[in-house]
Every structure is written in C-alpha cells, then in structure tokens.
C-alpha cells in the first residue's frame, strides 16, 4: 500500500516515517506541505494522511483538492466539531487528534487497506447498489460518495432536503451497502402515526398494557434489530417520546408498553427531516441531547432544481414503468415536452416529477408525450 504523508512540522513528519518504516506491506512518501504533495500523487498512491493547520494550503482545502481520488486520514491538534463534519462531507472517515498513539494511526491504516482490498476484489459493477435511483447527476455522486462512507459504519445519520428529494431512497441505499445489509430494514413515518400510538409502535405492547391491547405486539426496534431503522419525519416526533427514544439509542434496549423486562436491541439508525430542527430546539418542540445523539452524521440532499442532469432521466424511467404498468406502447417525450421539463423548478421534487409523468403517460392520446400534456403551466 503506497501512502502519502502530508505534514508541515518536520518533527511529526520525520517520526511517522520512521514508526511506519516497521511494517513492510506499507510505502511511504511523505510531503511537506500540500502543494507540493499535488506535484507528486498519481494513481499509484491509495491513501493520503494529512495535517489540516499547514503553510500554503490548509488541510480541508487540500482533500477538496484531491476530489476522492485517494482514502484520506486526517490528524490535527486543534480539531473542532464543524472542522470534523467538513471533513466527513468530503469522505474523510479517520480523524485523529494530535498527539495520538502510533498504534491508533497504524490501526486506522489497517482498516484503510482492508476496505481496500474488498473493494478491489469485487466487479464494479457489484460493489455497490444503487437500487432506487432513478438518475445520476455529478450533485447526486456528491452526496452518494459520504453514503457510501458512512454506510460501513454504525454512526447515526440525519437526511436533510425538502420533501420529495428521495430520503427513504438514500436510507434504503445506506442500508444496503452496509454490514446490516442481510437483516431487516424498517422504515417508519412520524407524521403518519397518530401522536397517541408512536409509543406503542416504536417498543411494542405486552397483552392488556391498554384497553385494546388483546395480545402481545413486539415494536419497530425489535423487528429492525440487527439491521437498520428508518425513522422519517422525526421532526414530528412528540416530545414526550424523544425521551424514551434517546434512552433506547443510548442504552441500546427497550421495554414494551406494560412490561418490567427490558429487551436488547443491535441497530443502526437513520432519521430524515424536511424541518429546522435547530428552530424546533429554541422553541422546546425537539429535545438537543437526542438532535446531537441522532446527528453524527447530517447528510444533505439537494433539490431537484440542483440536480437537473437527472430529470430526463428519471422522467424516461417513469415513462417506461407507467407504460408497462398500464399496458401502453412504449411513450416518447418530443423535444418541446423535454425543455419544458428541464426548464420547470419542480418544487416538490421528484416525488412531484414522478406524478407529472404517470399523468402524462395516461393522458397522451399520440406516442409522443407534448409539453401540453405534462399540464406544467397550470404549476407555475
């Protein structure tokens, strides 16, 4: 494994070298500054470690740089929480504060070149699932690159983006690419659950804990356990329940509505919110503990509007799918009805496309879909 060493204090960079020169399966090359170590890295290297406080270049604009080419560890000795997220929404997995054990770097090399490895040892085209995805777009790759990151650990995720920009997709692909993979992925909307009923549904019921309870009911936590659950719209949660929530995060166990036993739970997290929850805070409507507890990892998802590459895209998939669903010929859209696609803000983002176009599909009366039949100027 060719590594590169990127650090400004001649000291630290002189002692990594030496303390990496005892394992022989490792090249190092180290750089004492970033400008010059972009002179240098090619495709030969595979993971730069990186100080962030340097001359000439700071370290985050560095790995920017470097635009994912390379596995990046960063070490530094005044690290802060925004400079930790930065670098997390760059890909950055391994952040390690200075002065740190020589092991610890050692070790997260290790998992580095294990990752690697499996990467390397699967097809391409295998290696990762994209199930869901419509489109493809250089601000959707943006997002999917820190997904595919954070998907091989079990740090909880928060999906930020107005409704409609495809989270439950981005959970179920989080999901899919990580080592729960096998086990069960539940997904559970807040806002469709009445307030009164969450409890019951999050940790499930022992028979007679309540007037209808005519007989046992395991919760979401237990039927997610080993794998991950979903929970969307978690800005609606009532605040009574954010408490009982955060224990269960925090303790990893829940109890059922009328019991005294508590029950072990192994799951991953992911939540999703189209609300400011840093509004929700100040007005005392969403507990901080459990905001902080649930966002170790924001991922944003942009609009539609920024993702334009996709439209056509996911229009022409949706065209097919409703053709075949509803028995048509296979339908066209002309170059008129496509410009008014591309050209179109699409407020409610794909979910809102995804309508448009089975419309359009069912209310065409020619094979080639119009701009007329997409009905958008009714939209504006």
């Known amino acids: 494994m060719k590594i590169a060493i990127v650090e400004d204090d001649i000291n630290m960079r002189k002692s990594l070298e030496i303390a990496m020169s005892d394992f022989e399966e490792f090249e190092v090359i180290t750089f004492k500054n970033p400008v010059d170590a972009l002179k240098k890295l090619d495709d030969s290297f595979e993971l730069v470690i990186t100080d962030i406080n340097m001359p000439k270049m700071d370290g985050i604009e560095f790995v920017k740089e470097l635009n994912g080419r390379y596995e990046v560890i960063i070490m530094t000795g005044n690290a802060t929480l925004t400079r930790a997220i930065e670098s997390i929404h760059l890909g950055v997995k391994d952040f390690l504060l200075k002065p740190f054990d020589v092991d610890d770097l050692i070790g997260a090399i290790k998992r580095e070149d294990k990752i690697l490895k499996v990467q390397k040892s699967v097809p391409k085209t295998k290696k990762k699932t994209s199930s869901g995805f419509l489109g493809r777009s250089e601000a959707l790759e943006k997002v999917l690159r820190i997904a595919d990151k954070a998907s091989r650990t079990d740090a909880s995720i928060l999906l930020l983006g107005q409704s409609g920009v495809g989270k439950e997709v981005f959970a179920s692909y989080i999901h899919q690419n990580s080592p729960r993979a096998k086990k069960p992925f539940i997904a559970l ?31 979401q936590f237990e039927l997610a356990n080993g794998g991950t659950l979903f929970l969307d719209e978690i800005g609606e949660m009532p605040y009574g329940v954010q408490a009982k929530l955060l224990r269960a995060l925090q303790e990893k166990e829940v109890r059922r509505l009328g019991s005294s036993k508590s029950i072990k739970i192994d799951i991953r997290v992911v939540s999703a919110t189209n609300a400011n929850l840093n509004e929700k805070i100040e007005n005392g409507e969403f507990r901080e503990d459990l905001y902080y507890r649930l966002n170790t990892i924001p991922l944003l998802i942009p609009p539609l509007k920024e993702r334009k ?12 799918s409703n053709c075949e669903k509803y028995g048509f010929e296979l339908k066209i859209f002309s170059t008129e009805a496509k410009s008014e696609l591309l050209d179109y803000n699409w407020p409610g983002n794909i979910r809102e496309l995804i309508s448009v176009v089975e419309r359009a599909v069912i209310l065409s009366e020619t094979q080639e879909i119009q701009k007329d039949d997409l009905f958008l100027d009714a939209r504006r």
């Open 309 to 320: 590459d996709e439209i056509l895209e996911i229009a022409e998939a949706t065209c097919k």
């Open 189 to 219: 909307n807040m806002a469709a659950i009445p307030d009164n009923l969450i409890e019951s549904e999050l940790f499930g019921f022992e028979k007679g804990a309540f007037t209808d309870a005519s007989e046992a009911k395991a919760g």
